[in-house]
C-alpha cells in the first residue's frame, strides 16, 4: 500500500527533528499534500494511525493541507487550479503550461508538547 509507506516515511521523519526520548510529546504532525502527489487522504490519516500505534508517538494526529493543481500559462501568465494532469489553460487554450503546485508532499510542521508531564 502507497500510502503506508508515506505514513512511514513521514514517521521516519519526525524521527529526525524530534529524539527518540521525546516521541511521546509529538501532537500533530501537519503535512501539504498536491493533487499530484497520488495520495488519498483518508486512507494517509488511518496508515498514519496504525504505524505510529503501539509506539511513542500513538495519538498524534496528521493534518493533511490539500495542495490544488496549479498550472501557469506561458503565453497569457495565467494561473490557474485545473484537473489534475490537464495542461490545457483554460484562459487561451494554450498547452505551452508549467505546474507551479500540486505536487508537494512534504511535512511541514511538528508540533510537540513543550510542557514536562505533570506527575501530581
Ligand atoms: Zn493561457
Not at 34 to 42: C, H, M
Not at 48 to 70: Q, R, S
Amino acid at each position: 500500500m502507497h500510502e503506508l509507506s508515506i505514513a512511514q516515511g513521514i514517521v521516519d521523519i519526525v524521527g529526525q527533528y524530534v529524539p527518540r526520548e521525546r516521541h511521546e510529546t509529538v501532537r500533530l504532525v501537519r503535512i501539504r499534500v498536491g493533487d499530484l502527489a497520488g495520495v488519498v487522504p483518508d486512507s494517509l490519516a488511518f496508515c498514519f494511525t496504525a504505524v505510529t500505534a503501539g509506539t511513542p508517538m500513538a495519538g498524534a494526529l496528521l493534518e493533511i493541507e490539500h495542495v490544488p493543481y496549479t498550472i501557469r500559462c506561458t503565453d497569457c501568465a495565467n494561473a490557474s487550479t485545473t484537473e489534475p494532469g490537464l495542461a490545457l489553460c483554460p484562459r487561451c487554450g494554450s498547452t505551452a503550461t508549467t505546474i507551479v503546485a500540486g505536487t508537494e508532499l512534504q511535512v511541514m510542521t511538528i508540533d510537540v508538547d513543550e510542557e514536562t508531564p505533570e506527575h501530581s
